[in-house]
């Protein structure tokens, strides 16, 4: 089992950025793919962004393309996501979630591909 912790969330305004931080602890971060989803109020959890555990493949939903970027550093055993041009839409609590990959360029796109998942960090944008 893999623990992980969010930080990083907050208040911004429309325009602004934020960088979350999810770091894993428990059993190694090898060959763990990592991915990030999130929740609005009242609407269904969606994926976000997703990394293979070499870091060389990379996914992200069509609404973040282009504005957010994952990245990870094995040797700190944590994933980061960039969050750029934040919109008021982004609005979410944001959660961190690890599974094994089946190779090391593996990532997914779906929930129930990974088996653990940190609490979450509310994102609120501001208009």
């Known amino acids: 089992q893999v623990q992980l912790v969010e930080s990083g969330g907050g208040l911004v305004q429309a325009g602004g950025s934020l960088r979350l931080s999810c770091a894993a602890s428990g059993r190694s971060f090898s060959p763990i793919t990592m991915g990030w989803f999130r929740q609005a109020p009242g609407k269904e959890q969606e994926f976000v962004a997703a990394?293979?555990?070499?870091?060389?493949?990379?996914g992200y939903a069509d609404s973040v393309k282009g504005r957010f970027t994952i990245s990870r550093d094995n040797a700190k055993n944590t994933v980061y996501l960039q969050m750029n041009s934040l919109k008021p839409e982004d609005t979410a609590v944001y959660y961190c979630?690890?599974?094994?990959?089946?190779?090391?360029?593996?990532?997914?796109?779906?929930?129930?591909?990974?088996?653990?998942w940190g609490q979450g960090t509310q994102v609120t944008v501001s208009s």
């Open positions: 990394i293979s555990w070499s870091g060389g493949s990379t």
């Open positions: 979630a690890a599974g094994v990959g089946r190779t090391v360029y593996t990532y997914y796109t779906e929930p129930h591909e990974y088996t653990d």
